[in-house]
């Protein structure tokens, strides 16, 4: 089967400036998970998505951050104004049940 | 609150000896347990659940609930094992949200 799609791989941008990631998740997989992951530490869930619902944003920091799912598939994560401390690489997940499949990932650089 | 803590960053062992990285976490109610591996240019992919109870590649894992550790081991480990190995928990009604630890990078020596 195919695995989580995410676009794109790599994006240099200078603070202030906006960005927005893609995912792809695997066909039928309901959940979907947006993670960041500053380097050198694990990932941290940003949020995660029910078909087209949020189920836990918790940690989505929503002044700049915005997350959507339109239609329960593809998902769009935005930041905007980014900040030099967003650096980090952008995971996109999605489960069927306990198991979550990850995606390649993108690597954000703030300038 | 729910946390994970991986408390070395690199385990570096020969070829063959034995291997054990380590894992501590903490949460109150019955946690379930994961261990995921990113080989070098690889995506993050799950290796072990606790409640599998299954050696994958040669690994399990040991749950200690009263000392809340996580311990993932092989006898004999190989050159292919080089990697990050990340532990995570979930808890019981978090809709399986994952909590990571910072990651133990795996090298195995010739």
């Known amino acids: 089967e195919a695995g989580v799609a995410q676009s794109p791989r790599y994006k240099i941008i200078e603070k202030r400036q906006s960005v927005a990631f893609w995912c792809n998740p695997i066909?039928?997989?309901?959940?979907l998970y947006w993670y960041q992951q500053i380097l050198g530490q694990g990932p941290k869930l940003l949020i995660q998505?029910?078909?087209?619902?949020?189920?836990?944003d918790s940690q989505l920091p929503k002044d700049r951050f915005s997350a959507e799912r339109l239609k329960g598939v593809d998902s769009t994560l935005k930041i905007q104004p980014a900040k030099l401390e967003d650096s980090a690489v952008y995971l996109c997940?999605?489960?069927?049940?306990?198991?979550?499949?990850f995606g390649p990932g993108t690597r954000l650089l703030v300038l | 609150a729910q946390r994970v803590t991986q408390p070395e960053k690199l385990l570096s062992v020969f070829k063959g000896a034995p291997v054990e990285l380590k894992c501590n976490y903490s949460y109150s109610g019955s946690p379930e347990l994961f261990w995921y591996v990113q080989y070098s240019r690889q995506r993050l992919q799950l290796l072990l659940r606790?409640?599998s109870r299954e050696s994958i590649k040669g690994f399990t894992a040991d749950l200690n609930k009263g000392e809340t550790s996580f311990r993932l081991k092989k006898p004999f480990a190989q050159e292919e094992d080089s990697a990050m190995y990340y532990c995570?928990?979930?808890?019981?009604?978090?809709?399986?949200?994952?909590?990571f630890g910072a990651g133990t990078i795996l090298r195995v020596k010739s």
């Open positions: 066909s039928g997989h309901a959940t």
């Open positions: 997940a999605s489960s069927l049940s306990e198991t979550q499949y």
């Open positions: 998505f029910q078909n087209n619902g949020v189920v836990d």
């Open positions: 606790h409640i």
């Open positions: 995570a928990l979930s808890g019981r009604g978090y809709g399986n949200k994952l909590v």
